[in-house]
């Protein structure tokens, strides 16, 4: 593509040099913005609908289990969103924009959401999301805001933000053609993402049937007794989990242990290794200890599948559980397995207690209770290993799949950077 016959300093050192023509003008001067309403200590089934922080993505807007909140007449009409608009996240994950694409009927926002709506004289609201998700992709708003706790990109910090400004007729153009381009690469990378969802059922498929049954198709099989587990090989045994573990409730005294967490996707890994901007604590002092082999359970998230063995020592949430094998009954990897087994984490679901999905929780004491099915250690072992050798190549492809979903995005983000910066001149 050409690029535009001159340029000019733009005195703002995210954007550059920017064509001659082009004007730096902050969102505060082409738009009026919106904060929501405050969230009130009220029952979330009340009243209408309303979008927070974790519906707003780059790539759209999750309207999926919506909480509640009562809005008055007058509230209505000030925090209602429209097709059109474009929300901005003020907490959490700072500065992530989206575009409301569709009629949506009485939605409103709350106050981790801010709604953007340009002068349609000045400004389109496509062409505000386009500049807005490049800089915040390029780092802008990790350094106008402080990281030390939870990002916020408050709305002053919004409204003082510098973008390159094209006239209106070609802002019209660059907005058609980066959603042609944008939509396309969009597919190709749902593409991969489908190829990716095949190769996990499979692994899981493999997983499930080699660890609830063993490698032998010709063993002999007894029923358990137990709803979730259902028939296993005859040599094997049932143990409630009581007789298997140990809670451990241990504290960090120095807070110098790493910080684990615990998610249904991952596992338990280290915090550092993770993407995140969620809250981070001044101190990991009371912070619960846990070591290699622990079981590690985000008691919120239990019902979704969030449980594991560590692999790593270091502390976790305080209101997370931890337990510990009281006899070496499971090689890790083989419990690990257990654990995230899709029909044990419906069973987990099915054991938790909360008034509503979003509170349910699976307390120590119901985790005891939970039967266990036991293979001989020896047996274990030699499930682990086939496991290991069939899913090797299939981890490959997964990890490969991932890593042309990762080069499409980038190509993505580099052809929105260069049009919107006015690096190169859209016909």
Known sequence: MEKYSSYKDSGVKWLGEIPSHWEVVSIKKISNIILGKMLENAPDDQGFPYLCAKDVHFDGVSYDDLKKMLFSENEKKKYIVKKGDLLVVEGGAGGTCAIIDKDIDDVYIQNSLMIV?????????????????????????????????????????????????????????????LDTVTTKIDVAIEQQKKMIELLNERKQIIINNAVTKGLDPNVKMKDSG???????????????????????????????????????????????????????????????????GDIC??????????????????????????????????????LDMIL????????????????????????????????????????????????????????????????QITLLQERKQIIINEVVMGKVKVS
């Open 117 to 177: 709506r340009g002068f349609p004289n000045k400004v389109s609201n496509n062409y505000i999301f386009y500049a807005l998700s490049s800089l915040v992709k390029r780092g802008y708003a990790d350094s106008v805001c402080n990281k030390a706790t939870i990002l916020h990109f408050t709305k002053e910090k919004l409204e003082s933000t510098n973008i390159a400004l094209a006239p209106l007729c070609e802002q019209i153009k660059i907005i058609n053609y």
């Open 226 to 292: 137990v709803d979730w587990i259902g028939e296993i090989p005859e040599g094997w045994k049932i143990k409630r989990g009581k007789y298997l573990f140990k809670i451990i409730n241990e504290y960090s005294v120095t807070g110098e242990e790493e910080l684990l967490t615990v998610s249904d996707r991952t596992g338990v890994t280290p915090r550092s290794m993770k993407n995140v901007n969620m809250f981070m604590a001044e101190s990991l002092v009371g912070y619960k200890k846990c070591q290699v």
């Open 297 to 334: 359970s985000n008691i919120m998230w239990m019902w979704h599948g969030a449980v594991g063995v560590t692999k790593y020592n270091g502390v976790i949430s305080p209101s997370y559980g931890v337990y510990r094998q009281k006899e070496k009954t499971y090689f890790d990897e083989y």
């Open 340 to 403: 995230r087994l899709p029909r044990l984490v419906k069973y987990y679901a099915s054991r938790s207690t909360g008034l509503t999905e979003s509170r349910l929780r699976l307390y120590p004491d119901d985790f005891m209770n939970i039967f266990f099915f036991i293979p001989p250690l020896e047996e274990q072992k030699q499930i682990v290993n086939k496991l290991n050798s069939i899913c090797e190549p299939i981890d490959y492809a997964i990890k490969s799949t991932d890593h």
